[in-house]
């Protein structure tokens, strides 16, 4: 499977941003979808990630209540929805598939994904 993030761009501090993961070559229904981010001069990061059927979702502490992930099967997109954006939010946003055959597993382990899309820039103004 190919994925293809998109949505990043400029926005201010407070305001909201969809991101959108679109696959190709494959079907992302039986996949576990995560996004993960990387600000400048630092590590990788866990973001969020949602099961097959989209029912268990997994979130990082420091987006918990602002950032919701959802998918649409029917579409092969997952989504990112981010609120009360924050200027040390500004990263690249990735989002990444692992195979699983479960439909209610989910992981927030960056080593367990197999396929990365390109990241899509977001940045958070003052």
């Known amino acids: 499977v190919q994925l293809q993030a998109s949505g990043g761009g400029l926005v201010q501090a407070g305001n909201s941003l969809r991101l959108s993961c679109v696959a190709s070559?494959?079907?992302?229904?039986?996949?576990?979808v995560g996004w993960f981010r990387q600000a400048p001069g630092k590590e990788r990061e866990f973001v969020a990630a949602i099961s097959r059927n989209g029912v268990e979702r997994s979130y990082s502490d420091s987006v918990k209540g602002r950032f919701t992930i959802s998918r649409d099967n029917a579409k092969d997109t997952v989504y990112l929805e981010m609120n009360s954006l924050k200027p040390e939010e500004t990263a690249v946003y990735y989002c990444?598939?692992?195979?699983?055959?479960?439909?209610?597993?989910?992981?927030?382990?960056?080593?367990?994904?197999?396929?990365w899309g390109q990241g899509t820039l977001v940045t958070v103004s003052s």
């Open positions: 070559r494959g079907s992302l229904s039986n996949y576990v």
């Open positions: 990444a598939a692992t195979f699983r055959s479960r439909r209610w597993s989910v992981t927030s382990s960056m080593n367990e994904y197999s396929y």
